[in-house]
Nanobody
Framework: QVQLVESGGGLVQPGGSLRLSCAAS????????MGWYRQAPGKERELVAA???????NYADYVKGRFTISRDNAKNTVSLQMNSLKPEDTAVYHC???????????????WGQGTQVTVSS
């Protein structure tokens, strides 16, 4: 009922930048939180950054000062600008959206399929 389409991953050299984007569509009444998680090989999925409808943000310590999350409430999109990328940022990045469906205002939490980010020289 909710579809997430991610874009923007790829291969970049250390110190470089990438911008990830995610668009949500479907039977959405409202979206509360939009965020990005990542999962590296052999590791658990972890929060990278999240943003509320009002614009409050939460970042993992290891990306503070390097990554910036933003959203367009009118378009149901969220973006992650990643600067000063490091090899340890290599992972599959997943978009995550939480909100209410139009059907009975029931809550939902949806995940994108993920986009690969590889930081390597």
């Amino acid at each position: 009922q909710v579809q997430l389409v991610e874009s923007g991953g790829g291969l970049v050299q250390p110190g470089g930048s990438l911008r990830l984007s995610c668009a949500a569509s479907g039977s959405i009444f409202s979206i509360n939180v939009m965020g990005w998680y990542r999962q590296a090989p052999g590791k658990e999925r972890e929060l990278v950054a999240a943003i509320t409808t009002g614009g409050s943000t939460n970042y993992a310590d290891y990306v503070k000062g390097r990554f910036t999350i933003s959203r367009d409430n009118a378009k149901n999109t969220v973006s992650l600008q990643m600067n000063s990328l490091k090899p340890e940022d290599t992972a599959v990045y997943h978009c995550n959206v939480e909100g209410l469906l139009t059907w009975k205002r029931s809550s939902f939490r949806s995940w994108g399929q993920g986009t690969q980010v590889t930081v390597s020289s």
